[in-house]
């Protein structure tokens, strides 16, 4: 028993510098990245800070710990640093615990105060709600059962054509997972990370005008809802773990600019990611074929490594 917890605490350590020197890679990447692109894919953004976490928690759970129970001999030799890092593991973990629970509770508080008193924006329609007491003009709440949330006085704002733009917007959020993306980002805290996270959800709501737009008409449409709402309603952070249509001030004039500069595009980036996933299939597979030397090889990483 004592073996498997030196084999757990080993591979925390492990994992806490795993996942510092990934985010700072990632970092850096993002960084070297801006001067390249103005706007990256709001998939690669997402991947440069997911990433990190799935890549140390993977190989500290398939390769360090299974490497240190077959590898490592039955005596003590960790020292205090060894310690330290596994406590720095067990609080990255922690912190986004809290930060999820934290921010699901106060999500939960605002959205149920917006709720109060909403009605279907029509009799048969369960999805798009108006509501008199909303805190953005529209906002994608839920992630199980999501609804889109309209505000009184952005549906007397709007024309039908603007309505209709902006609550596709939403609608290709919620296409996208983008709330469960927020609660998977306040589960893998970094420091350094907020502007990296910025960036993301500046690139989320581009990426959500471009899906929501298919001709030249329906860009215009949602320039003109975003030109009227962000003079109409006072500029706010949406609540943790929704998305809202303008709810990221400074993005209002790029996304606007980039709508009434619209043309038809395939966008063939963004299909390129499908063949992420058979190479890391391919990846995975050659490392199953290969697993001792590999068990091997980081063992002997871990021992450098880890004090």
């Known amino acids: 028993m004592i073996f498997v917890a030196r084999g757990m605490m080993v591979s925390l350590a492990f994992f806490s510098l795993a996942y510092s020197l990934l985010s700072c890679l990632a970092l850096l990447s993002w960084r070297g990245m801006r001067f390249f692109s103005r706007h990256p894919s709001v998939d690669l953004l997402f991947s440069l800070r997911v990433l990190p976490f799935v890549f140390s928690a993977a190989i500290t759970g398939f390769l360090a710990f299974p490497s240190f129970l077959l590898l490592e001999a039955h005596t003590m030799d960790e020292d205090l640093g060894t310690f330290a890092l596994s406590i720095s593991a067990c609080l990255f973990v922690g912190a986004g615990l809290y930060q999820v629970i934290s921010a699901a509770a106060t999500t939960r508080q605002v959205v149920a105060e917006c709720l ?23 906002m994608l709440i839920g992630i199980r059962v999501p609804k889109v949330v309209i505000s009184e006085a952005a549906r007397e704002v709007l024309s039908e054509g603007e309505l209709r733009a902006a609550l596709q917007h939403e609608v290709e959020h919620l296409r996208a997972r983008d709330n469960l993306k927020k609660v998977v980002l ?16 500046e690139a989320a709501e581009l990426a959500a005008d471009n899906r929501a737009v298919s001709s030249r008409e329906e860009a215009l449409d949602l320039a003109a809802a975003l030109i009227k709402l962000s003079r109409r309603f006072p500029p706010q952070a949406a609540p943790a773990f929704t998305t809202g249509l303008v709810s990221i001030p400074g993005s209002v004039t790029t996304r606007v600019e980039r709508l009434l500069a619209w043309k038809e595009d395939s ?5 390129r990611w499908r063949y992420a996933v058979p190479l890391a299939f391919a990846a995975i597979l050659g490392l199953a074929l290969k697993l001792g030397s590999v068990l091997i090889l980081m063992h002997s990483l871990t021992e450098r490594l880890v004090p």
């Open 186 to 201: 306040s589960f893998i805290p970094f420091p350094l990370m907020a502007e990296l996270e910025r960036a993301w959800q």
């Open 267 to 271: 966008d063939p980036a963004h299909h």
């Open 116 to 138: 109060e008193g909403a009605r279907g924006l029509r009799a048969d329609d369960a999805t798009s709600l108006v509501s008199p007491q909303s805190v953005l003009p529209l």
